[in-house]
C-alpha cells in the first residue's frame, strides 16, 4: 500500500522538510515529523489530517529525527536533532514538555524513541550524525524519563555504538534496544539492568547470553560466544553441557515468574566451572 500526502508548505525553507514518521499500533495514524520541530497526524484510512501539532515554544525547538505513539495513541514522542525528546497530547492538538538529555557526544541525536504500554515512562536512544571529523566520539546511551515530571529516572550504557531502535516489551516488563554494534539487549525498565544479549550472523546463526553466565543458541553459534576470564578465553563449547541452558532464557523473559533462573543463576559457580573445564582442557586463546 502506498500512502501518498498532500504537499504543503509549513514554512519557508527547510523548515517543511519532513524528516521522521511513525504509525500508531492499530495503524489508523500516521505521525510525521518536521525540520522545524512541528509534527502532524493524519488518518491513513481517509487521508486526512487530524491534527497539527507545534514546536516546543521554548528554545528547545529542533529538527526531528525519530517519532512514536504511546500504545493507546494519545500521546506522541519525537526525538531531535540537537535538543531531547518532545512530547505531544494528540487528542488536544498541544505540546506537553520536553526531555533533557544528556550527551556525552557533540554531534549526537535521539535516533529512536518509545512509550512504554502504561504511559508512565519516555525512552530516548542516542547515535551520532555521521562518522566525521567534526563528531569527538561515539554516542550510545539510552535515556529514560518519568512522562507525568519530566525527570530523568535512568542510563542505560552497554551498547558499543549508537542506539538504532527501542521498544518496550508487550508485558511492559522489559526495554528492548538495537544498535549498531549488532545485539539487541534486553533492559529492566524499573532497574535499568541489563537482563539480556542477543546477537545474529548469517547462516540464520543466532546467541543470546545474560550476565547469569547462561546462553542460548541456534545450535550453530558456537563461533558467537566465548567464555572469559581476565586474558583468557574458551570457545563456549567447552562449557556447553553446564551453560547452555534456552529453558532458563526463556524462562527470564518471561518474568520468571516460578523463580526458575534466579535459583538456577545463583548455584552456578562460574569460577569453579572455569577451573574444572580449563584444567582438563589446555592452554586458552586470548580473549579478543
Known amino acids: 500500500m502506498k500512502l501518498k500526502l498532500p504537499a504543503r508548505r509549513l514554512g519557508p525553507d527547510e523548515e517543511d522538510f519532513a524528516t521522521a514518521f511513525a504509525f500508531s499500533d492499530d495503524g489508523k495514524r500516521l505521525a510525521v515529523g518536521y525540520w522545524s520541530g512541528a509534527a502532524e497526524v493524519w488518518s491513513t484510512r481517509r487521508l486526512a489530517l487530524v491534527k497539527r501539532l507545534p514546536a516546543d515554544p521554548g528554545d528547545a525547538a529542533d529538527q526531528i529525527v525519530s517519532l512514536a505513539f504511546s500504545a493507546d495513541g494519545r500521546v506522541l514522542v519525537g526525538g531531535s536533532r540537537d535538543s531531547g525528546v518532545f512530547m505531544w497530547n494528540v487528542a488536544a492538538g498541544k505540546f506537553v514538555r520536553s526531555f533533557a538529555r544528556k550527551s556525552l557526544a557533540g554531534h549526537a541525536h535521539v535516533a529512536c524513541v518509545a512509550v512504554s504500554r502504561d504511559g508512565k515512562l519516555v525512552a530516548g536512544g542516542q547515535a551520532q550524525h555521521a562518522w566525521s571529523s ?20 535512568l542510563t542505560l550504557r552497554g551498547h558499543r555504538a549508537g542506539v538504532r531502535a527501542l521498544t518496550f516489551s508487550p508485558d511492559d516488563r522489559w526495554l528492548v534496544s538495537a544498535s549498531y554494534d549488532g545485539t539487541i539487549r534486553y533492559w529492566d525498565r524499573d532497574t535499568g539492568k541489563e537482563v539480556a544479549r542477543f546477537a545474529a550472523a548469517p547462516d540464520r546463526r543466532w546467541a543470546v547470553v545474560t550476565p547469569g553466565g547462561f546462553f542460548a543458541d541456534s545450535g550453530k553459534g558456537d563461533d558467537l560466544v566465548d567464555v ?16 547452555a541452558r534456552p529453558e532458563l532464557i526463556d524462562a527470564l523473559l518471561k518474568g520468571d515468574p516460578q523463580g526458575r533462573y534466579a535459583r538456577a543463576a545463583e548455584s552456578l559457580d ?6 574444572r573445564v ?8 586470548p580473549a579478543h
Open 228 to 243: 572469559t576470564r581476565g586474558l583468557k578465553a574458551y570457545p563456549v563449547t567447552r562449557f556447553r553441557d553446564a551453560i
Open 270 to 275: 562460574l569460577a569453579k566451572l572455569w577451573d
Open 134 to 153: 567534526g563528531d569527538i566520539g561515539p554516542e550510545q546511551s539510552i535515556e529514560v524519563w518519568d512522562a507525568a515530571s519530566g525527570k530523568l529516572r
Open 278 to 285: 580449563t584444567s582438563a582442557a589446555g592452554g586458552a586463546k
